[in-house]
């Protein structure tokens, strides 16, 4: 890995710190040579602190250290993404990141769908909706209809229609968010089973 660590006048190259699994990025500091050398053998993020004019361990007095999982440098050479699991909040203030942000998985378009579903629960007796329909039909309709989708695909599975397989994944996938929701889980209950089992 080459990092042009001369470009600036300082020696300092900007080091963006995001969470290994979440994406969620946690905080900015500054590596030298020096710095970007003990991260690599300690496997804990060290930055050269301006303040303290020195090499400095994230965690070394609170104990929420960053232990690094990957590091990229980008396409000019001059700017470091480091790909951690943090040990603790991050930020000095006890926020998990230094935009006093939760550093919760996000699973893109599904939690958009996740939070468009928790709405239609909460408004089940006014919306007119299909998934408000699901609700107030109760838990025997929900997983019944996760039953059948689970069978389509199953059926599409074994065909040579792709397309069809996919629209009936995406049906089933649909489904089974809204009965995650009918038993007061989402995606990130499943994700912690899943996360557990991979130790």
């Not at 470009?7 to 500091?29: F, H, R, W």
């Not at 006890?94 to 579903?117: A, H, K, Q, Y």
Request: contains cysteine; aromatic residues 10%; negative net charge.
């Amino acid at each position: 890995m080459i990092i042009n660590f001369n470009k600036y006048e300082n020696g300092l190259v900007p080091a963006i710190i995001q969470d290994y699994t979440t994406k969620t990025v946690l905080m900015l500091g500054y590596m030298n040579q020096k710095a970007f050398n003990k991260t690599q053998k300690t496997k804990r993020v060290t930055f050269f602190s301006r303040s303290k004019n020195r090499l400095w361990t994230k965690g070394e007095s609170s104990g929420n250290f960053l232990e690094v999982q990957e590091i990229q440098v980008d396409c000019d050479q001059d700017a470091l993404l480091v790909s951690v699991k943090p040990e603790g909040p991050t930020c000095h203030t006890g926020s998990d990141t230094c935009w006093n942000e939760n550093n919760e998985s996000n699973f893109g378009f599904l939690s958009e769908l996740e939070r468009v579903i928790t709405d239609r629960k909460a408004n089940q007796k006014e919306d007119t909706s299909y998934v408000a329909s699901l609700f107030k039909g109760g838990i025997n309709k929900i997983a019944q209809k996760v039953g059948e989708e689970a069978i389509e695909v199953v059926i599409e599975a074994k065909d040579e229609n792709d397309s069809l397989f996919l629209n009936e994944s995406a049906d089933l996938l649909f489904h089974y968010l809204i009965l995650l929701q009918a038993k007061g889980f989402t995606l990130k209950d499943v994700e912690a089973i899943l996360k557990a089992r991979q130790k």
